[in-house]
């Protein structure tokens, strides 16, 4: 298993592992040099999140991809709002999620002290822009109780399409699909099935995303022991020998473990040696 050595990955990881632990999930990436994108935001990472907007003064355009509302993926984003709107006059933080789960993120930020902003009323108290998609990439729009518009309507370059996944059987989620600097990037979220990601792949690869033989990133949620909330590596590590045969040019991120030491040991175990050089462990940036 490869140590970061010879590679350095496109997203950037405020924590790694899982909900019960102090190094939530949450990542970032850069597209280009004047816009941000936060996939999923924890009150443990918000002030740290902040701290990388404040020391990049060119930023102008902030993303946030939220997966679902678990507290360790959705409760961190006011403080980051609120940073934008008022140290950035003029700019609003665009968040970004599927169809399938819009309305419980829109809930659990309104419950976080963070209001839509209408953009029929453009009211100075509303602090974030909303844009949903479904499967196929396609924008929805969607509204408060008032009526009034949370989306925007505007597909940002980078952004592919999110893809519904199944979190537990009472809790959907989603993965994110992503262009950054010539990679093609996919994010699994929390997730107990492999199937819409391979599925991606191999849709992605035979040319219907733009992209001919790209270098690929897929950031993977799995854990060492097995439950019905997360991947187990050992029950999927064939089809993952599988997933990286078939696809040369992919790279392997494991993200939101629950024992990184045993972890370690299953990826050089289940995992043939040649195979072992394009696996990581996601790491604090």
């Not at 997203?11 to 816009?35: I, R, V, W, Y």
């Not at 902040?50 to 946030?64: D, G, H, Q, S, T």
């Not at 989603?174 to 990601?197: A, M, Q, W």
Request: charged share 25%; aromatic share 12%; net charge negative.
């Amino acid at each position: 298993m490869a140590l970061y050595h010879g590679f350095e990955p496109e997203l950037k990881f405020f924590g790694t592992m899982n909900g019960g632990s102090d190094s939530h999930t949450n990542a970032f990436f850069c597209p280009d040099d004047e816009t941000i994108v936060l996939i999923d935001m924890s009150l443990l990472n918000r002030r740290r999140a902040c701290e990388v907007i404040r020391n990049m003064p060119n930023l102008k355009r902030f993303y946030a991809c939220v997966t679902h509302t678990h507290s360790d993926h959705c409760t961190g984003f006011a403080e980051v709002a609120y940073l934008i709107k008022n140290e950035r006059p003029g700019e609003l933080l665009t968040v970004l999620t599927d169809r399938a789960v819009s309305d419980d993120v829109i809930a659990q930020l309104d419950s976080s002290g963070m209001r839509a902003y209408h953009t029929s009323v453009g009211n100075e108290d509303e602090i974030y822009r909303m844009l949903s998609y479904d499967e196929y990439g396609g924008a929805y729009a969607f509204y408060d109780k008032h009526g009034h518009t949370l989306a925007k309507k505007t597909k940002p370059e980078w952004f592919i399409r999110s893809l519904v996944t199944s979190h537990s059987p009472r809790l959907k989620s989603c993965g994110f699909t992503f262009r950054s600097h010539g990679k093609l990037i996919v994010y699994s979220g929390d997730t107990n099935e492999l199937v819409p990601y391979l599925n991606f792949l191999r849709m992605a690869t035979e040319g219907h995303v733009g992209y001919d033989d790209p270098p690929i990133e897929f950031y993977l949620d799995v854990a060492t022991r097995k439950s019905e909330l997360h991947l187990c590596f050992a029950e999927i590590a064939d089809e993952l020998k599988v997933m990286l045969d078939e696809y040369p040019t992919l790279n392997l991120i494991l993200m939101h473990y629950d024992d990184v030491a045993l972890l370690a040991r299953q990826v050089n175990e289940m995992l043939p040696t040649m195979l072992n050089e394009r696996v990581f462990i996601a790491r604090v940036f």
